[in-house]
């Protein structure tokens, strides 16, 4: 058990709609990271979050979003689902903030667009 | 672009031995080089992870080497197991969070 906690397991959903996935850090962990996980692509960093800031960004869509709140838990939204948007939804966590520590994956969300 | 190239896809080897997957990278600036196991159903666990000052690190039956020179990084399994039979993925990483992931190699280790 990583202790990265990550709700749902699966959502579906149709296309156009909008859905919240919610992870809970590692205790003690400041750092969340999203990552989009599809069969034709592997694992593909979307943002990164540090004690609430954004910190750093990668392949994240405009309507795609994500925050984290105060209790250091954090929130990917994800708008006007299309198709291509089906895929596993990671999160994970680190200590601090720099890229070169441990990363600590939940079990994913796996998004349904039908 | 892809950054991280991880090479095989995927590998089949037998009970007792060795099973060899290597990562090549462009961007110099990475400065982290994890490796992760993926079960299905699961996410990514981190396995073993080398910094560029290093030229080999070995965790039980798990050691990755760094060629800083060819910019490439490998994992060894030692006497691969049934239950190694997994998704395995290397990653590199900048300075500031961003890590960039190989597409996988799906190892199955038969008994």
């Known amino acids: 058990d990583s202790g990265v906690t990550q709700t749902p397991k699966h959502l579906i959903t149709a296309t156009g709609q909008r859905v919240t996935l919610r992870c809970s850090p590692r205790s003690g962990d400041l750092s969340v990271y999203w990552y989009q996980q599809s069969l034709d692509q592997g694992l593909q960093f979307l943002i990164q979050y540090y004690n609430g800031e954004e910190r750093a960004k990668g392949n994240i869509l405009e309507r795609f979003s994500a925050q984290q709140f105060p209790d250091l838990h954090s929130e990917l939204n994800l708008s006007s689902l299309e198709l291509g948007d089906s895929a596993l939804y990671f999160c994970?966590?680190?200590?601090?903030?720099?890229?070169?520590?441990?990363?600590?994956f939940g079990d994913g969300t796996r998004l349904s667009i039908l | 672009q892809q950054q991280v190239k991880q090479s095989p896809q995927s590998l089949i080897v037998q009970k007792g031995g060795i099973s060899i997957i290597n990562c090549a990278y462009e961007n110099t600036a990475f400065d982290y080089f994890p490796w992760y196991q993926q079960f299905p159903g699961k996410g990514p666990a981190l396995l073993i992870a080398i910094r560029p000052d290093v030229s080999e690190k070995k965790e039980g039956r798990f050691t990755t080497s760094f060629n800083k020179s060819a910019k490439q990084f490998s994992l060894h399994i030692m006497d691969s197991q049934p239950g190694d039979s997994a998704t395995y993925f290397c990653?590199?990483?900048?300075?500031?969070?961003?890590?960039?992931f190989g597409d996988g190699t799906t190892l199955t280790v038969k008994p």
């Open positions: 990653a590199a990483s900048i300075p500031g969070g961003k890590s960039t």
């Open positions: 994970a966590s680190s200590v601090g903030d720099e890229g070169n520590q441990p990363q600590h």
